[in-house]
C-alpha cells in the first residue's frame, strides 16, 4: 500500500496594489499546467464505464443545501446546478493501475458555454460569486473517499483559510480540497494493481459518491482529526490540526499502523468564540 501524499499547490493571492497582475498570473500558470500535462509523462485516465466495479470501497454523501455563514442562499441553489454538469463528467471513470485522475481535466473549464451558472466562489477568505461556483464540493467528496483507499493522493490544495464555523460538521476541517481550472487541481494516482471506480451523481438532498474497486483491497482505513485547536496571535484567530489515518487489516480486524497525512493551519475569518446554531435547511452536513 502506498502512503497517501499532499502536495500543496497555492493558488494565487491577487496585491490589492497590484490587480493588474491577476490575469496575467492566471494565463501563465494555466499555460504552465498545459505544458506539463503534454511533457510530464502522466497517464491520465480517460476510460468511463457505466457497469460498477463488483466491490464499494467508500460510500459518501454531503448536503447540497447547507447556509454557510452569511451567504446568499440563491448560490447555493445555482451550486447544486454546478454539480450536476460537473458530476456528469466524473462518474463512472475508472482510474487503471499506473494511471491518474485529474479533476481538472475531466471537468474542464466552467464557462457559461457548457451550461455553468454563478455560484459561491471562495477567495481570499470571502464569499463571491462566479460561473462554476461550488464544483469544489465535488472534489472534497472524491478527496474524501480517497483517503480511505490505497490510493495515492499526488496533487491537492486547500483554502488559506476557515470561512465558516463548523455548523453540523461530520467530516474533519481540513480534509477538503479546493479547485481553480487548471493549475489548482485535485490529482489521484493509482499505484495498485487493481482498477478503481469513482461514481458521483446529484441527488435529491444530498452530493452522493462512490469509490469501488475490482477486488476487495487488503486494508480498511478510518480518517480523524487529532490536536484542534484555535489560537489568537496579534488579533488573528488561527485554526491547526492534523489529519491521521488508522490502517486496519481487513482480513483479521488487527490495528495495523496510524499515519500523518496532514498538518493543517489556516487564519479563520468568523469569531471562534462565538455559539453559532445550526441553520442548515433540511437537515445537517
Known sequence: MSLTTTVRVEPIRLSERRPWILPLAVRYFRLRRRWKWLTGGQRFTRTFSSEPLPVTVKRHRSLLLRQLGDADMWLQHNKVINLRIASAALDGVVIAPGETFSFCRLVGRATEKKGYVVGMFLSGGEVRPDIGGGICQAANLLHWMVMHSPLTIVERSEHSFDPFPDSGRVIPWGTGTSIFYNYVDLQVRNDTDV????????????????????????????????????????????????????????????????????ANRARVIYDPTVSYTDRTPGGRF
Open 195 to 262: 482498477p478503481y471506480q469513482f461514481g458521483v451523481r446529484v441527488g435529491e438532498t444530498h452530493l452522493e459518491g462512490e469509490l469501488r474497486a475490482a477486488v476487495t483491497p487488503a486494508h480498511s482505513y478510518h480518517v480523524e482529526a487529532r490536536g484542534e485547536r484555535f489560537e489568537k496571535q496579534d488579533g488573528i484567530w488561527w485554526r491547526s490540526n492534523e489529519i491521521w489515518r488508522r490502517v486496519i487489516d481487513r482480513r483479521t480486524g488487527n490495528h495495523l499502523q496510524d499515519e500523518l497525512l496532514k
